[in-house]
């Protein structure tokens, strides 16, 4: 009977590396393992040198997936092949915190600040690859508080929470000046207006929820001269005021003065009237004249010399004629006391004009 020779080669063992995971920044976690392949009951114990796990990844390396390696187990009567496990590194976090800020409504926003807080190995704000971006309410956003949001970050080893900031946006200011005025006295105060500047977003009055209004004491007794037109009483949700005094100037009562008289050619022996007479005729007239003491003379211009006597001016300069009235001419006094003068000029007044003996003389009238 021959006999042979019998081989017993070593068994395969199995060494399963496990997955990991943990934070950019962190150490890494401690790696574990498992055995599969054990023959007749057996164990890691019969090993003669236990198998190890690593990762070239440390502390410092990116976020990412990295590979767990085992290797160094030794055993009489097996062999080793190792499974590969995964170390996957995550981002770590960063709190990118939003400033505050304030504006007067109507201006454009002012830069925001953000701030971050969590970094690690010694990172800082110029190791983020895109920084984030403050932003917050636009110009017409009304007066009040608004949020800012910050947003945008990017990182390859941060992922971003957000803490908004807030903007203040207080009143910007109008202002509000009384326009001004003029009235006669007697008359009573009229709607004063106001006019407004510092209006923002091309805005004007019509947004004013309160208008100002318009204060003065004068009132229709007032003499004449100037006071104060006191703006005040507006009110806005996006508006301060501040008011500028109008000035209310009175002036003497203005007597309308017509147009002055034409004369009307009177009918032979009929009394001279004027046919749009008025008091400031005879003011007129009277102011042109050289008014001399009583019984003295007093000098007509044409205009009343035609309007008496319905004859032009050059008519009595040719024939060298002198007109002679006493104070009972009737045709004088009736014009004179008619009502367009009587309710301007005494009875004196006007006597003083028929006093003379002679009221037209050609000098006179050249005069």
Do not use: C
Request: glycine share 8%.
């Amino acid at each position: 009977m021959n006999s042979g020779n019998l081989d017993i080669t070593k068994a395969a063992i199995t060494v399963q590396i496990e997955d990991k995971s943990r934070i950019y920044g962190e150490a890494n976690p401690a790696f574990t393992l498992s055995y599969s392949g054990f023959k007749n009951g057996q164990d890691s114990s019969v090993f003669t040198a236990q198998a190890t796990a690593s990762s070239t990844a440390d502390v410092f390396s990116n976020a990412g997936s990295y590979a767990i390696t085992g290797s160094g187990a030794t055993a009489d009567n097996y062999d080793f092949t190792y499974a590969n496990g995964t170390l996957t590194v995550g981002k770590a976090t960063l709190t990118a915190t939003a400033g505050n800020g304030t504006r007067e409504y109507g201006d454009a926003n002012p830069t925001f600040d953000v701030t971050y807080a969590g970094f690690v190995n010694g990172d800082d704000e110029a190791d983020i690859d895109t920084l984030a971006i403050a932003s917050s309410a636009g110009t017409s956003a009304n007066v009040g508080t608004h949020a800012v949001i910050a947003s945008g970050a990017l990182d390859n080893n941060y992922i971003f929470t957000y803490v908004d900031g807030s903007l203040t946006i207080t009143k910007a200011t109008l202002t509000a000046t009384a326009d001004n005025a003029a009235r006669e006295m007697g008359n009573a105060n009229s709607t004063f207006g106001v006019t407004y500047t510092g209006f923002k977003n091309g805005e004007n009055a019509g947004v004013i929820d309160t208008p100002a209004s318009v204060t003065t004491l004068a009132d229709a007794a007032s003499p004449e001269g100037d006071y104060t037109l006191t703006p005040l009483g507006a009110t806005d949700n996006n508006y301060d005021f501040i008011y500028v005094d109008g000035i209310l100037s009175i002036t003497p009562e203005t007597i309308v003065v017509p147009p002055s008289p034409t004369p009307s050619q009177p009918s032979p022996g009929s009394t001279p009237v004027l046919s749009n007479g008025s008091p400031p005729a005879l003011l007129k007239a009277l102011s042109n004249t050289r008014l001399l003491a009583p019984n003295k003379n007093i000098f007509f211009p044409a205009i009343i010399q035609e309007q008496l006597l319905g004859k032009p001016y050059e008519h009595f300069i040719e024939q060298d004629i002198f007109f002679e009235f006493d104070d009972t001419t009737d045709e004088l006094w009736s014009f004179l006391e008619s009502d367009i003068y009587a309710d301007y000029y005494t009875e004196e007044e006007l006597r003083i004009v028929l006093l003379d003996e002679q009221l037209f003389r050609k000098g006179a009238l050249r005069h």
